[in-house]
């Protein structure tokens, strides 16, 4: 179990790091505060989240080796804050089978179905208790 833990933190991992990567090319390219081509519609908290992911997912990348429980949970908070965050727009904009949203709903279903199975290979916190002989 410990080895499908590791393996499955290190594709959660990448997956952070994908992310990183797209938010901090929009940063780059565009700036911070950027409307990620939603224009008005698009409120100031919305482009605060998005830059800030730039942050939160290669933490939660790291998290993922350092503190693997941390890890797991700020993995799931992110891609569920984000799949329900761009639901709106999505939803505004009619863009249900836009690449971007079918790629992060699926690994929220991933990550869903395999955050409990990560968490129960990480080692347990408890000493082992010694039976009285």
Excluded: E
Excluded at 27 to 54: C, E, N, R
């Amino acid at each position: 179990m410990h080895r499908a833990s590791i393996a499955i933190r290190t594709f959660f991992a990448l997956c952070l790091l994908g992310a990183t990567f797209n938010h901090l090319a929009a940063i780059f390219q565009h700036g911070l505060l950027w409307d990620y081509g939603y224009g008005a519609a698009i409120s100031p908290a919305s482009k605060v989240y998005w830059d800030t992911l730039a942050f939160l997912d290669p933490l939660g990348a790291m998290l993922l080796f350092l503190k693997p429980r941390a890890g797991l949970w700020l993995t799931v908070l992110i891609i569920v804050s984000d799949v329900l965050h761009n639901t709106y727009y999505v939803a505004m904009h009619d863009q249900w089978s836009a690449p971007f949203y079918l790629a992060q709903a699926g690994f929220l279903v991933v990550v869903l179905c395999f955050a409990p199975v990560a968490m129960r290979g990480l080692s347990s916190r408890r000493p082992a208790t010694r039976s009285a002989a």
